[in-house]
């Protein structure tokens, strides 16, 4: 059985970005995005080599105004049983986190624009964040946190929001940060969710000063996640 790479889009808006050009370009594994808020059902998770749940503007708590919240719920608890390799990226990690038993509430602070993160010493001897500095800038949206849930590895934190990422099990990673983004999805943000009290030309003239540097600290976890989906096909036979 051919298994694919799905990707889980919970809004338009907040596609896969530079992450899907980047598994498109390394041409191993055939990608299946799957526009959730739309078509409401997933592929038998038996087709699965790899799930990736990307982020969007709801919650994970509000689950009676976006049912489909709940058929993706089940869907990761049914990837982490067969310990099918997860990435969750913003609302993803909360759903994530959400599954493995975990609290997802509003932040102290919400983060919007660029910030510094730390790798903590899980996080920099974690496969996923392999050859990446200890320190490193990434683009945020987010006002919500989740907790780090019992028997998983805190990987990243910052300043103003302590739990920026996660491993449980042997590879369901959720990152709180955004690294799939482009300028235009950036813009197209500002423009449909009207954020007050930021402003919004500084954070664009800072994304195009460090989409670059995004772009290669991206690379290098796209990698290294792509290598972990290869070693357990590989040791699975799959």
């Given at each position: ?8 889009k919970?809004i ?7 992450l899907?050009?980047?598994l498109r370009?390394q041409?191993f ?15 038998p998770i038996e087709?699965?080599?790899?799930v ?7 919650n ?38 959400k599954?493995?038993g ?39 949206w987010?006002?919500d ?14 300043k103003n929001?302590?739990?920026q ?12 940060f ?13 423009l ?14 800072q ?23 290869k ?8």
């Amino acid at each position: 059985m051919e298994r694919n790479i799905l990707i889980i889009k919970h809004i338009d808006i907040e596609g896969p970005g530079t992450l899907e050009y980047f598994l498109r370009s390394q041409n191993f594994f055939k990608l299946e995005i799957v526009e959730l808020y739309r078509e409401k059902t997933l592929p038998p998770i038996e087709t699965c080599a790899a799930v990736i749940s990307l982020g969007g503007p709801m919650n994970v708590y509000e689950t009676d105004k976006y049912p489909f919240l709940k058929t993706e719920e089940n869907f990761l608890k049914a990837a982490i049983e067969k310990e099918i390799p997860i990435l969750g990226i913003c609302l993803g990690a909360q759903l994530l986190a959400k599954v493995c038993g975990s609290s997802v509430k509003k932040a102290k602070h919400k983060e919007i624009g660029w910030y510094k993160i730390s790798l903590t010493d899980y996080g920099k001897n974690d496969q996923l964040f392999s050859g990446l500095a200890d320190k490193i800038i990434v683009f945020q949206w987010h006002e919500d946190t989740f907790e780090i849930p019992k028997n998983a590895l805190h990987l990243a934190k910052s300043k103003n929001c302590s739990n920026q990422a996660f491993r449980y099990g042997k590879n369901s990673y959720g990152i709180q940060f955004h690294i799939e983004v482009t300028s235009e999805m950036i813009e197209n943000w500002f423009l449909e969710y009207k954020e007050k009290n930021l402003d919004s030309k500084k954070i664009l003239s800072q994304t195009q000063k460090l989409k670059d540097e995004l772009q290669k600290e991206a690379n290098l976890i796209y990698s290294n996640f792509l290598n972990i989906i290869k070693n357990r096909v590989s040791k699975n036979g799959i």
